[in-house]
């Protein structure tokens, strides 16, 4: 299973020296003004607690009078909307360090010292529900516009999940759902219940899976799980299909009020705007939509991020084993491999050499005991045997027809409903899920049906081999 929380991209920039003379400093001060930012309310029908916190972010000097965007209603919602043009590569936003809500801020927090040694999601999640209960929290107002739930499928009803029975997405929402329900239990046990001076309210396992959700859709890190933070008014943001890099995100140091310098979360605009058009950023490239819809709540339309993860294992009863491990491992993997395949692209690279070397068998073996592990891999990159071969061909297809008989729904009858269309926003994730999985997996079969059919015409080791010691004759 993937990781429990994916990456974001941070790329840390040189910090410059802040030069400001006191005159200029002198004779700027009133733009800075809280009355000046209130020139700039906000669209009156954007609910009253989105409001407060956009005030709130202006008191705080979050956002000044140059901040080119600012909360607004938009098709997902909440977005964030340019107030006027853009260019491509500006900088839209700078988050001070001192409103990222991370490990730090729990370790210097009234829970630092129970939540020490904790797994860093689970400390940030026991801080949010504190903050959360807190009537005199600093972060009262942002906390006051996180969303309840989203339509991740880790809140979907049993009724709901059934529309995604079959699909690996629903083995992995459970498979989550099992390990948050895990370590609350833990939690509880641990922390909360041996201290009710500083959790002096219930939470209960929706309450925990609230925070996880917060964090699996809100969350930023820098460089994985174990920094993950929360950045308020940054997380406004929305993805669009639309923005092709992730190189938008960065840390850089720059002034953070009117007198201080500090580390920056910062958003460089990746598109070209035009005043009222949404500020948008890229969730992932790689994230197919089944990590798009555990994670965010929504897929996009778009066939690229279709995908069916083919697990491979090397037998534990297999003579070979520990040969075939070792021949693993020095090229990147290992007793299990994961491969991810993904509609209209090409096969991993290293797909077709695992494959050989788990079917290896037979008269094959002598390649192990022969050859060198880095010689047999390279060997691997080309059909060993016609046994071999074909033996590959059938685990796959075998594979594939059996993960096809599990859906409930031909991908015909996918596509009608996606053409009929007013599906509920939970309905359309799960039929567009399952009719890509069903694609990938009708892909792969295709790929290993017409190789099949080729394994007449195929040239394997042996026959490499003799040509090799040019002990075959020329053809008449």
């Known amino acids: 299973m993937a990781s429990v929380f994916s990456s974001s991209f941070l790329c840390p920039l040189k910090t410059t020296k802040l030069r400001i003379k006191l005159q200029t400093l002198q004779s700027s001060q009133k733009p800075f003004l809280i009355n000046s930012l209130q020139l700039r309310e906000l669209d009156p029908k954007i609910p009253q607690p989105v409001q407060t916190f956009w005030k709130w972010l202006c008191d705080e000097g979050v956002v000044s009078i140059k901040t080119p965007v600012k909360p607004g209603i938009v098709a997902e919602g909440l977005g964030l909307v340019a107030n006027r043009d853009i260019s491509k590569g500006e900088t839209v936003l700078g988050v001070p360090k001192r409103f990222w809500i991370n490990t730090d801020t729990v370790a210097e927090s009234e829970i630092g010292n129970v939540c020490a040694g904790l797994e860093p999601w689970i400390s940030l999640a026991l801080f949010l529900l504190r903050e959360k209960w807190k009537d005199d929290s600093k972060w009262k107002y942002y906390m006051a516009v996180l969303p309840e739930s989203t339509d991740s499928t880790i809140y979907w009803s049993e009724e709901e999940l059934s529309e995604i029975q079959g699909t690996q997405l629903l083995s992995t929402t459970l498979s989550v759902k099992e390990y948050v329900q895990s370590e609350f239990q833990k939690v509880e046990e641990q922390v909360i219940l041996g201290n009710k001076q500083i959790f002096p309210f219930p939470i209960t396992l929706d309450d925990f899976f609230w925070a996880f959700g917060i964090l699996r859709s809100r969350a930023f890190s820098r460089g994985g799980i174990q920094n993950l933070m929360l ?45 009222g058009d949404q500020f948008l950023i890229q969730y992932g490239l790689n994230k197919s939509n089944a990590d798009m819809a555990i994670g965010y709540g929504f897929i996009e339309p778009n066939s690229a991020r279709d995908a069916f993860t083919l697990t491979l294992e090397i037998s534990k009863t297999d003579d070979f084993n520990g040969d075939k491990l070792d021949i693993a491992e020095s090229n990147g993997l290992g007793e299990t491999a994961d491969f991810d395949i993904k509609l209209g692209q090409s096969l991993p690279p290293s797909l077709f050499p695992y494959l050989r070397l788990v079917a290896l068998g037979g008269t094959d073996n002598f390649l192990i005991e022969s050859i060198s592990g880095n010689a047999v891999w390279n060997l691997l990159e080309l059909p060993v045997s016609r046994a071999n071969e074909e033996l590959i061909c059938k685990v796959v297809r075998d594979s594939c027809r059996s993960a096809l008989s599990g859906y409930h729904t031909t991908i015909e009858e996918d596509e009608k409903l996606m053409k009929e269309g007013n599906l509920s926003s939970r309905l359309q994730i799960a039929v567009g899920v399952r009719a890509g999985e069903k694609k990938v997996l009708q892909q792969l079969d295709d790929i290993f049906r017409e190789r099949e059919l080729e394994l007449d015409e195929l040239e394997y080791y042996q026959e490499r081999r003799l040509k090799d010691l040019d002990l075959v004759g020329e053809p008449k």
């Open 231 to 275: 950045v308020p008014f940054a997380d406004l943001a929305n993805h669009s299909v639309k923005v092709t890099t992730e190189d938008h995100i960065h840390e850089i140091g720059g002034p953070a009020g009117l007198f201080s310098w500090d580390l920056l979360f910062s958003f460089q605009s990746p598109l070209k705007l035009k005043a």
